[in-house]
């Protein structure tokens, strides 16, 4: 296989960047792979266990001469480290980044991106629990899609390319325009991890349920809860704090309907409960026929997907 940038870059070296990285080995789609994270221990940890081809000690090191360089820093610090780099970005390169938020990375990143120097940023629909750079794994983005958000005039070709890497990394890619993709992301993603978020700390509050109690009874449902509020906590932050506004009109309307669920049990209105949950219960047969989860017993999530 022929590889489809000569160097590849990954700043930050989390669960995605390390997953890009042995995606690109399995498939041979790069020659030289460098890496940077911004804690000594998270590089020391990189350079043991053999991820990227060579780690860096700045952004701008790892940065300078790759073809493709991808931010996968939280979201809330990408300006910076596009600002650091911008200065040694080869002419034809191409900038892209992990993000779950794209309107607030257009805007914080695109200002350091010089003249001929593309930026086209992407968002892999991918990730587990856990985090930092042993969690990756190569299969992460097998049959997950990616979505890339092109910025205004953004070049066709550098698009092209982005798209082959991540398909041949094992994505399905679609095009986005960057503000529906942050309201698409406040539905599937940010507004279910804060209402996550919400009922495990609402079970942490009840002081008349003991923590034993939790743990041992969580399999009827509060266990998915507490997968997806074991995610990272500066990620979580980033992006509630940079997609505010679609997360926001999301969590209105999720408000509005939570209190006619709660008007039609204090009324004892179960038509109205029972059709609401028929309703539900066709999305969930749609995303296991769409092949993005599983009906397997414990959701598909056994060791296989760690």
């Keep these: 296989m022929s590889h489809v940038y000569d160097r590849v870059a990954l700043i930050g070296l989390g669960l995605i960047a390390s997953s890009m990285f042995w995606a690109i080995k399995r498939a041979g789609l790069a020659g030289e792979v460098t890496g940077y994270a911004r804690s000594a221990e998270t590089r020391e940890t990189a350079r043991r266990i053999g991820l990227c081809d060579r780690i860096c000690d700045s952004a701008a090191e ?10 996968c820093v939280p979201v809330g610090a990408m300006g910076n480290v596009a600002q650091e780099i911008g200065p040694v970005l080869k002419p034809g ?6 993000g779950s938020v794209k309107r607030h990375v257009i805007e914080a990143v695109s200002p350091h991106i010089p003249e001929g120097v593309h930026f086209v940023p992407a968002h892999p629909l991918a990730g587990t629990e856990h985090s930092g750079p042993e969690s990756g794994f190569a299969e992460l983005y097998d049959n997950r899609w990616c979505l890339l958000v092109p910025a205004e005039g953004s070049d066709s070709e550098a698009v092209a390319k982005l798209r082959d890497l991540w398909e041949r990394m094992g994505a399905n890619v679609e095009e986005m325009d960057a503000d529906h993709h942050d309201l698409v992301l406040a539905v599937t993603s940010h507004a279910p991890h804060l209402i996550a978020y919400t009922m495990v700390g609402v079970a942490d509050d009840l002081r008349r ?3 034993s109690e939790v743990i041992k009874y969580s399999a009827a449902g509060f266990r998915d809860f507490t997968r997806i509020a074991a995610s990272d906590p500066t990620m979580w932050r980033d992006v509630f704090l940079t997609n505010k506004d679609a ?8 408000t509005e309907e939570l209190f006619a669920l709660q008007r039609a049990i204090r009324t004892g209105d179960g038509e109205q409960l029972f059709d609401y949950f028929t309703r539900t219960r066709a999305i969930r ?7 993005q989860d599983t009906d397997a017993p414990d959701f598909g999530r056994g060791k296989a997907a760690q």
Excluded: C, K, P
């Design 285 to 291: 047969r749609g995303i296991i026929e769409a092949g």
């Design 209 to 211: 349920v003991t923590d």
């Design 247 to 254: 997360t926001l009109e999301i969590l209105g309307r999720f």
């Design 62 to 71: 790892a940065a300078e001469g790759a073809d493709l360089v991808v931010l």
């Design 93 to 98: 390169a191409t900038v892209s980044d992990v």
